[in-house]
T-cell receptor
Framework: GAVVSQHPSWVICKSGTSVKIECRSL??????MFWYRQFPKQSLMLMAT?????????EQGVEKDKFLINHASLTLSTLTVTSAHPEDSSFYIC??????????FGPGTRLLVL | RKEVEQDPGPFNVPEGATVAFNCTYS??????FFWYRQDCRKEPKLLMS???SGNEDGRFTAQLNRASQYISLLIRDSKLSDSATYLC????????????FGPGTRLSVLP
């Protein structure tokens, strides 16, 4: 149980385009989903926390207008990187939490902006 | 002081060795603690939760010392497949919000 999927697993796009990443909890309802970013050889950095049906809470330094998060249902959250630039290239990982404290991670999405 | 600190390593150990990692945290009110394992270019995967009484899962033993604010992970009889980065994770509450990740400790088990 506790499976989280992400789609796509990797994206290559041109600078200026927008990229949408989906995160789904497959076998449980996720009241809260989290979006992280990880640069090479660094630890995960929380970008934002989203609760179903409400606005996401962004961490300091993360632009909410650039990283749009929608948590439309208890099993789906989306992250849209708007007008992506090369510095946005990173490994984006979502996690989902059900009723307990444990977070279960999706397989991640590698974004490369050319 | 960082919220969660770990020795980044790398720890290079031979197969069969016992290796221990420590992690310290700064928020004394932290409620729950975890060890996650992250393989290269993969997502973190829960290895084990850490309980106050200490807990063991096969070759892995985790301990929590609240007074000194540190968590440990002991791996016995290490296997090649144990090579990974081990992330110490601290949660200030019991609701799974605001996981704080340590920088990770890299382990390489050598044949």
């Amino acid at each position: 149980g506790a499976v989280v999927s992400q789609h796509p697993s990797w994206v290559i796009c041109k600078s200026g385009t927008s990229v949408k990443i989906e995160c789904r909890s497959l076998d449980f309802q996720a009241t809260t989903m989290f979006w992280y970013r990880q640069f090479p050889k660094q630890s995960l950095m929380l970008m934002a926390t989203s609760n179903e049906g409400s606005k996401a809470t962004y961490e300091q330094g993360v632009e909410k207008d650039k990283f749009l998060i929608n948590h439309a249902s208890l099993t789906l959250s989306t992250l849209t990187v708007t007008s992506a630039h090369p510095e946005d290239s990173s490994f984006y990982i979502c996690s989902a939490r059900g009723t307990g404290a444990t977070q279960y991670f999706g397989p991640g999405t590698r974004l490369l902006v050319l | 002081r960082k919220e969660v600190e770990q020795d980044p390593g790398p720890f290079n150990v031979p197969e069969g060795a016992t290796v221990a990692f420590n992690c310290t945290y700064s928020n004394s009110a932290s409620q729950s603690f975890f060890w996650y394992r992250q393989d290269c270019r993969k997502e973190p995967k829960l290895l084990m939760s850490v309980y106050s009484s200490g807990n063991e899962d096969g070759r892995f033993t985790a301990q929590l010392n609240r007074a000194s604010q540190y968590i440990s992970l002991l791996i016995r009889d290490s296997k090649l497949s144990d090579s990974a980065t081990y992330l110490c994770v601290v949660n200030p509450d019991n609701y799974g919000q605001n996981f704080v990740f340590g920088p990770g400790t890299r382990l390489s088990v050598l044949p």
